[in-house]
């Protein structure tokens, strides 16, 4: 059985940093590039951030380029995504997403405030 289980969302100030992870199981993890969504209320998901199965490229939406950092780690089947500079725009559920499956995590909830 396949689980992704994302983890580290909070409430984070303007400006602030957050690291969110995503724990993988059920699968052979290098072997699928990963991607982070988000769903904002009242919008529709949209694609955050993809890295390759080797880790070795990445893409951003440029709503998130320079801020954020997406990053993997094959030999703990984890995910991650550094977010830095944090607005109150990036308010949203993250969830993560094996590539070309229908494996999805259950979200973990970001919102960013003062």
């Known amino acids: 059985q396949v689980r992704l289980v994302e983890s580290g969302g909070g409430l984070v100030q303007p400006g602030g940093s957050l690291r969110l992870s995503c724990a993988a199981s059920g699968l052979t993890f290098d072997e699928y590039a990963m991607r982070w969504y988000r769903q904002a209320p009242g919008k529709e998901r949209e694609l955050v951030a993809t890295?390759?199965?080797?880790?070795?490229?990445?893409d951003y939406a440029d709503s998130v380029k320079g801020r954020f950092t997406i990053s993997r780690d094959n030999d703990k089947n984890m995910a991650y995504l550094q977010m830095n500079s944090l607005k109150p725009e990036d308010t949203a559920v993250y969830y993560c997403?094996?590539?070309?499956?229908?494996?999805w995590g259950q979200g973990t909830q970001v919102t960013v405030s003062s």
């Open positions: 997403h094996a590539r070309f499956t229908n494996y």
């Open positions: 890295i390759n199965g080797a880790g070795g490229n990445t």
